[in-house]
């Protein structure tokens, strides 16, 4: 890369990140005060990420097992906020009354976590649980405050439980998340067994986004693999956006057998992140973005029997078109219903200069980091979520280039 392609990206990083936010260290640390009308979330927290320093709770780094958390968010008053958005911290601690904050947030052992789950099972009308498996993109917190948005907004009588895996988030680690991603497939397979064969357990729901369906197939898959059927309890699963290879679900769905979950596909064919994703695998269609009345999907999904709800049609607060299953009022309702009734039905921060960035980017390559830089320049002129982020991207691209020295 020439010195002038670099002095270019410097002064474009200058111009484009002024007034731009920073990322907060510290969001979940527990404040005190509460305000009237506010609500809240108490979910279990499974994880594969690896502890981080306080005041942080874990980090985007691989972790050497399991471990759990008890989170409890407060969610704004409903006339301080729109359904769909998650009003983050504009500085820590954040503000009960606009904010979303953490009232606690506990990490805890196995045996902790399996008395607050029996207690809120027990507590749960016909003892339903929703297990959410975030995107790429996402820390610890995004997904913490994420589902505790679907969870508000749902109005879904189910007990919450996260599974968060290992993702950096930065929009300049795909592959990384990608592979943290299928890398957690044991551990999401090891938790779904565990609540599964609670007793005190009804029914459970999976709900998964994104690159979060990796490792959600890959679960289920191995679980029918090695047990002869996905768990009876495991009744919907529900694929939001899924950034998967549709060959790769179609197989990993086969193999599951006839006595499987019902499925429900979320799909949209105006999604940005995963048009981009499928140049990224070599033109390969990822399975949230088909169109579900052409042909093989139509007689495919019917075979199948998968219930596919298309939401191209459907404008939402998602400037990517990426997660409307949870910024649309209209979905995040109609999946509170479904879930309520037992029936069948975030990466959000990221630009599409930053999805273009992530193209690029490939397996750390500098120079596709750079070429991604440089072409999402002119898109973070108008793209503000491109803007903020874009400084990060050039830092990125800086560190890449700066020689390793030789011992």
């Known amino acids: 890369m020439t010195s002038g392609l670099l002095k270019l990206c410097a002064c474009l990083t200058l111009a484009l990140t002024v007034g731009a936010c920073s990322t907060l260290e510290g ?62 911290p504009s500085r820590v601690p954040g503000n009960p009354a606009t904010e979303f904050v953490a009232l606690k947030a506990d990490v805890i052992d ?24 975030h995107g790429f993109n996402n820390r610890f917190e995004d997904a913490v405050f994420r589902f505790a948005q679907i969870v508000h907004d749902s109005h879904a009588p189910v007990v919450p439980v996260l599974f968060t895996w290992p993702s950096r988030g930065s929009i300049l680690a795909y592959g990384y998340d990608r592979e943290s991603s299928t890398w957690s497939r044991n551990a999401l397979e090891s ?15 999976i709900l998964a986004h994104s690159m979060g369906n990796v490792a959600t197939l890959e679960a289920l898959r191995q679980m029918a693999i090695r047990d002869g059927r996905v768990a009876p309890k495991i009744r919907n699963v529900i694929l939001a956006a899924p950034d998967v290879d549709v060959d790769l679900a179609r197989e990993a769905v086969r193999d599951m057998g006839r006595d499987r ?9 105006d999604d940005r992140a995963l048009a981009v994703s499928r140049r990224v695998w070599g033109d390969a269609v990822r399975l949230g973005a ?42 995040v309702q109609i999946l509170g219903r479904q879930l309520a009734g037992g029936q069948v039905l975030t990466d959000s921060r990221v630009g599409l200069g930053d ?23 002119p898109v973070a002129i108008v793209d503000p979520r491109t803007r903020e982020n874009f400084g990060d991207q050039v830092r990125g691209l800086g560190q890449s280039l700066t020689p390793t020295p030789v011992p």
């Open 290 to 331: 088909i169109d579900p009345d052409a042909e093989p999907y139509l007689s495919e999904m019917r075979q199948a029997d998968i219930t596919v709800i298309n939401l191209t049609e459907l404008k939402a607060g998602d400037s990517l078109n990426h997660s409307k299953f949870a910024t649309s009022p209209e979905v």
């Open 261 to 269: 979950p019902n499925f429900t596909l979320l799909v949209s064919q």
């Open 27 to 88: 969001v979940l640390v527990p404040v005190a005060a509460k305000a009237p009308g506010t609500s809240q979330v108490d979910m279990l927290v499974a994880t594969t990420r690896e502890m981080a320093s306080p005041p942080d709770m874990f980090s985007g780094d691989r972790g050497r097992g399991l471990s759990f958390a008890n989170i409890t968010v407060s969610i704004p008053p409903d006339t301080a906020r729109q359904v769909g958005e998650v009003q983050w």
């Open 355 to 377: 999805v273009i960035v992530g193209a690029t980017t490939g397996i750390a390559s500098s120079v596709g980091r750079a070429a991604g830089v440089v072409v999402s320049a």
């Open 110 to 133: 196995r045996k902790q976590a399996l008395a607050w789950f029996n207690r809120a099972v027990a507590r749960a009308p016909k003892r339903r649980v929703l297990v959410f498996i």
């Open 191 to 205: 938790v779904l067994k565990s609540l599964a064969s609670d007793p005190s357990v009804g029914e459970i729901s």
